[in-house]
């Protein structure tokens, strides 16, 4: 995939399209300091946009592979174009994410980019957890690696939230416990 080439696309269109968009996944795992290999990109955009991603995706090469009221996943036509998936914000937590998302710079300062907080990654990784089981164990390593690493600047109010509309707060002390004796 070439990243930088879909970057250029796809920023020029949401721009253009005034779409608001935060990226999500392992490509966010990497700005925050994380050793993640990605083939792909995740982004966080409003629901209310779902017709214009489907229509500037197909536009420039895409193909929509699955459609549902909470994503769009997309592959390239040519193997440069790679993957691309969006999760549709439509609740307030997801609406909450994307606000307080924070540009951050990516290709050595080519791009400004609009990432998710550690945080609200945090929570989506507590809710693909909950999900599917079969994510859990990754899930909760990256979930403990970066609480470890970011605690004293992270909001565990909003960690703690997120553990909590699953039901897994003991999961919350447990991980903190461990982490604050990492300090």
Do not use: C, W
């Not at 700005?31 to 982004?43: E, K, L, N, S, V």
């Not at 995706?57 to 040519?78: A, C, I």
């Amino acid at each position: 995939m070439d990243f930088i080439f879909v970057f250029e696309y796809l920023l020029k269109e949401f721009q253009k399209e005034k779409i608001d968009f935060a990226i999500i996944g392992g490509f966010a795992l990497q700005a925050y300091g994380m050793a993640r290999a990605t083939q792909d990109i995740d982004f966080l955009v409003l629901v209310n946009n779902k017709d214009k991603v489907k229509e500037l995706m197909t536009k420039g090469g895409f193909n929509l592979l699955h459609e549902s009221n909470d994503v769009l996943n997309f592959v390239g036509s040519k193997p440069a174009l790679g993957r691309v998936d969006f999760l549709l914000a439509q609740r307030k937590y997801t609406h909450e994410m994307l606000a307080r998302a924070t540009e951050r710079d990516v290709f050595d300062g080519k791009f400004k980019i609009k990432f998710i907080k550690i945080e609200d990654q945090i929570g989506l990784k507590v809710q693909s957890s909950s999900n599917d089981p079969t994510r859990y164990h990754q899930d909760m390593a990256d979930i403990e690696e970066l609480i470890k690493n970011n605690i004293q600047k992270l909001d565990m109010s909003i960690i703690e939230e997120y553990f909590s509309i699953f039901n897994r707060v003991d999961e919350f002390d447990r991980i903190i416990k461990g982490a604050e004796n990492v300090k």
